[in-house]
């Protein structure tokens, strides 16, 4: 006999702090919005947790490390993974900071906790080749399409859409020839493309602005595809729309499951994000000799040492060809 699973409990309402900060993440400091859901889950858990355990809601200024020593100690005995438990405590430790300048408390009772340490992991990346090869994967559907009605059939299921297929080119040559995040890809206006000086404007984390240069295949894509719309797109309007009849930006789950799709056309990984577009900007602008400050600034990273984990990729490469192909290696 099939039994229903009882629904979750639903999250405890969270206090006025806790409120505020999370206003605090979306007004001022302009956080993505999985960041902002992410921050709140992070509350939301830790208060279920101290109502469960200490019978009532946290009251986060009286707080001591030991609470928090005894919230890992149940997080690790619900084998949370290293990288949950990190995010968790990342987003609790923010929390902290903001409450100092507040100034409700002068001490964060979490500062200097040992957590556990995540395994290092490289950022996967396309090759050059692969990448070129990706780029041109919108474009089959449309290919295939002019090959059957030169030979006078008719395709199977949907029609080819040739203003998506030409505005996914222009999505993925924009975020590889820009190394931009998903999100401000999605962001991107009209206005923001400076076509004379070929540099965009790109609105980053924390609403931090910066100009990167970008691509002629870029550009020439965007307008490739600006050409099937109505009207090209002006002033605020973004410069990739989900539907070619309203001035919606296109979202980031729609980018992630087409990019899916081309991964498989290419015979790559369909498991592999948009993100790993960014990645493989960075990781191929310092293999031709880039130097690290610059994809910095360019990536809008506000820390080098973010920045470095792509040099790791590089070296693992060059040793590599160094164990191949010298007769001493």
């Known amino acids: 006999m099939k039994t229903n699973k009882p629904a979750p409990a639903p999250a405890p309402p969270l206090d006025g702090e806790a409120a505020a ?14 960041t ?39 997080l690790g005995r619900n084998n949370l993974g290293r990288a949950a438990i990190q995010l968790r405590f990342s987003a ?15 001490h964060t009772p979490i500062k200097g906790m040992a957590l556990p340490r995540l395994a290092k992991r490289l950022p996967k990346f396309l090759t050059v080749r692969q990448m070129v090869d ?10 295939a399409l002019k090959s059957r009605e030169s030979d006078g059939q008719r395709g199977p299921g949907r029609p080819v859409s040739a203003s998506l297929c030409l505005r996914d080119v222009a999505i993925l ?28 404007r790109v609105r980053g984390k924390g609403k931090k602005e910066r100009l990167v240069p970008i691509g002629e295949p870029a550009l020439q894509a965007v307008e490739n595809y600006w050409r099937t719309l109505p009207r090209p797109p002006a002033g605020r309007t ?31 990984d369909p498991k592999l994000t948009p993100h790993k577009l960014r990645h493989s900007y960075a990781t191929h602008l310092l293999d031709a000799g880039a130097d690290l400050r610059s994809v910095q600034e360019l990536l809008g990273h506000a820390h080098l040492v973010t920045t470095q984990v792509y040099t790791h990729l590089t070296t ?14």
């Open 92 to 106: 609790l430790r923010t929390f902290y900071k903001f409450l100092i300048r507040r100034g409700l408390i002068e």
């Open 316 to 329: 693992e490469r060059l040793k590599r060809a160094y164990d191949e192909a010298h007769p001493r290696a």
């Open 173 to 200: 040559e924009t975020i590889y020839s820009c190394g931009l995040r998903v999100g401000e890809m999605t962001g991107l206006r009209a206005e923001d493309i400076d076509w004379a000086q070929r540099l965009v």
């Open 21 to 34: 900060f999370l206003a605090h993440l979306d007004a001022e400091r302009g956080v993505s919005v999985y």
């Open 36 to 74: 902002l859901r992410n921050y709140r889950q992070a509350l939301e858990e830790f208060s279920r947790w101290h109502r469960d355990e200490r019978g009532g809601a946290p009251k986060w200024t009286a707080l001591q490390r030991d609470d928090f020593r005894s919230y890992l100690r149940f």
């Open 134 to 143: 990706l780029l041109a994967a919108p474009l089959k559907p449309l290919a």
């Open 238 to 268: 973004p410069v990739f729309l989900s539907h070619k009849k309203k001035p919606t930006p296109v979202g980031s789950v729609m980018l992630a499951r087409r990019l899916k799709t081309y991964l498989a056309a290419a015979g790559l």
